[in-house]
T-cell receptor, first 114, second 114 residues
Framework: GDSVTQMEGPVTLSEEAFLTINCTYT??????LFWYVQYPGEGLQLLLK?????DKGSNKGFEATYRKETTSFHLEKGSVQVSDSAVYFC?????????????FGRGTSLIVHP | EPEVTQTPSHQVTQMGQEVILRCVPI?????FYWYRQILGQKVEFLVS????????KSEIFDDQFSVERPDGSNFTLKIRSTKLEDSAMYFC????????????FGPGTRLTVT
């Protein structure tokens, strides 16, 4: 079945460091890919998405590129802030004709120190 | 900004007891969902609900589970006879349209079964 694998955390960085959180997927069709973020005490929020190969999703300085050849959707940010400390979830969903229900990874906790 | 709310934030119950988790979706949304995340594992889809009936459910959503929209604002998940393995974080989500990227998540209810 469809699945998402993301790197285990926690990822601990100093402020202004470069962030990469790896995500790879397995899917039978052509999924849309997503990154969600969960800040402490809050619900999951959609951070960015990409709906087809080579699309780049970006938001709040984060970006991820849909790489069909490597079945990956790695999350990157050039300079993290303490306020980026959260849990990040990679997910996929099959779009039109599919169920629209996202399949999530386990989440990766990011801790950013001042 | 409108948000999905969930109560309680933490519920402790004894094995075999019935528990009801409550959610208030965003008011003009039409699609409602429950997910769960067992500690350290993936966020898993349980059920989706539209037009006062279940539209999709996973294998996890067996006869012990039920959902209801008892009035115009609440959306509940009932577990009839809780087991230890039901201990998890339960997330409610709602969306105005059928689309994975359209879902807004609540902060979750942590259920602990002892």
């Amino acid at each position: 079945g469809d699945s998402v694998t993301q790197m285990e955390g926690p990822v601990t960085l100093s402020e202004e460091a470069f962030l990469t959180i790896n995500c790879t997927y397995t899917a039978t069709g052509y999924p849309s890919l997503f990154w969600y973020v969960q800040y402490p005490g809050e619900g999951l929020q959609l951070l960015l998405k990409a709906t087809k190969a080579d699309d780049k999703g970006s938001n709040k300085g984060f970006e991820a590129t849909y790489r069909k050849e490597t079945t990956s959707f790695h999350l990157e940010k050039g300079s993290v802030q303490v306020s980026d400390s959260a849990v990040y979830f990679c997910a996929l969903a099959l779009g039109s004709g599919g169920s629209y229900i996202p399949t999530f990874g386990r989440g990766t906790s990011l801790i950013v120190h001042p | 900004e409108p948000e999905v709310t969930q109560t309680p934030s933490h519920q402790v119950t004894q094995m075999g007891q019935e528990v009801i988790l409550r959610c208030v979706p965003i008011s003009n949304h039409l699609y409602f969902y429950w997910y769960r995340q067992i500690l350290g594992q993936k966020v898993e889809f349980l059920v989706s609900f539209y037009n006062n009936e279940i539209s999709e459910k996973s294998e996890i959503f067996d006869d012990q589970f039920s959902v209801e929209r008892p009035d115009g604002s609440n959306f509940t998940l009932k577990i009839r006879s809780t087991k230890l393995e039901d201990s998890a974080m339960y997330f409610c989500a709602s969306s105005p349209r059928q689309g994975a990227y359209e879902q807004y998540f609540g902060p979750g209810t942590r259920l602990t079964v002892t």
